[in-house]
């Protein structure tokens, strides 16, 4: 998670983050626990972009 990411790269990400958890709620028996695992990675890192994304504007803004 290194590389930097844009706004509408942080963007796009919450919106994905968002749209696996209406699946995964939508469709809790659906689901076999490995997909669910799968998914919860998936989220995570996804998720850890944008925070990390977040923190360093954060910071940006506080410098200024």
């Known amino acids: 998670m290194s590389a930097e990411i844009t ?3 942080a ?3 919450a919106q994905q983050v968002e749209m696996i958890n209406l ?3 939508s469709y809790p ?3 076999q626990d490995s ?3 799968a ?3 998936l989220m995570a890192s996804l998720a850890g972009d944008v925070s ?3 923190i360093n504007e954060i ?3 506080a410098k200024a």
Do not use: N, R, S, Y
Request: proline share 0%.
């Open 7 to 9: 706004i509408h790269q």
């Open 11 to 13: 963007a796009e990400k």
């Open 23 to 25: 699946l995964i709620e």
């Open 29 to 31: 028996h659906k689901m």
């Open 35 to 37: 997909g669910i695992t």
């Open 39 to 41: 998914l919860a990675t």
């Open 52 to 54: 990390l994304f977040l």
């Open 59 to 61: 910071e940006k803004e």
